[in-house]
């Protein structure tokens, strides 16, 4: 049996230069969402790019989505079987 007083529990704390790191991540991502949300454009322009786009960014887009979606529903059928472990 194993006791609480015999496990060595070790607490890890992000060093400065992680958290400046993390910082300046999240500064980059808000600072282009600010850039892109004040450029005003509508929802078709939003959701068909201004119907600008190539077909081979579209087929791109759709392979990889299907795939995407054929892999997440077969993890089911070979996790399911074995209890939820692999």
């Not at 060093?15 to 500064?27: E, G, H, N, R, S």
């Not at 078709?44 to 790019?49: C, D, I, K, Q």
């Amino acid at each position: 049996m194993l006791l609480a007083s015999s496990v060595a529990v070790t607490h890890r704390v992000l060093a400065p230069v992680d958290i400046a790191i993390i910082a300046i991540y999240f500064l980059i991502i808000f600072g282009i969402g600010f850039y892109f949300a004040k450029k005003g454009r509508n929802s078709e322009e939003y959701f068909l790019a201004g119907r600008n786009i190539g077909w081979f960014a579209i087929g791109a887009s759709l392979f990889v989505s299907n795939i995407s979606t054929e892999h997440f529903i077969g993890l089911r059928s070979v996790v399911g079987p074995g209890g939820g472990t692999f």
